[in-house]
């Protein structure tokens, strides 16, 4: 009976992190999962060789790089031993958000750094003219306009009440 109403609780567990939205993760978990990412990756380190020196599975360090799950700071501390850095390393250039609006900009931009392809896009973006940039931003526009107004063409059209 105990490992039925676990397995539930894990179930549950696992549901309740489908639902999250990058709304309701604290933009300091989104930058300091982003920050062992970035470590990690520049180590060339796998998130299963991580994991196994953290003493954790690679699913739990997922959920750490994308700030679904808090670092604690144990494993914080264990982390930057690891990842041969100070523990001041995960917090460099986080700024606190004055307004809620730098805040939600903050948390974009963690989450986009949070994505494999964020994370390649801000590596590569920098070393583009300035040109080019500009035009990246204009078709990455543009493809959005594209989606939108695919979406809004794909809503049911309702009629006006007479």
Do not use: W
């Not at 676990?6 to 309740?16: G, I, S, V």
């Amino acid at each position: 009976m105990r490992g039925t109403a676990k397995r539930d609780n894990h179930c549950k567990r696992n549901e309740e992190d489908r639902l999250l939205s990058s709304e309701d993760l604290h933009p300091t978990d989104i930058y300091v999962g982003a920050r062992v990412r970035n470590r990690r990756k520049e180590l060339g380190l796998s998130q299963t060789a991580l994991g196994q020196a953290l003493g954790l599975t690679f699913q739990q360090i997922q959920k750490y790089e994308r700030g679904f799950n808090r670092v604690s700071a144990s494993k914080l501390f264990e982390a930057s031993r690891v990842l041969d850095v100070p523990v001041s390393y995960f917090f460099n250039g986080l700024v606190q958000a004055e307004t809620e609006e730098a805040s939600a900009s903050e948390a974009t931009v963690s989450g986009f750094l949070a994505s494999a392809e964020g994370l390649e896009m801000a590596s590569h973006f920098p070393r583009l003219s300035s040109v080019t940039r500009k035009s990246i931003v204009g078709i990455v526009r543009a493809i959005l306009m594209d989606q939108e107004a695919e979406l809004r063409s794909a809503e049911p059209e309702t009629e006006p009440a007479v």
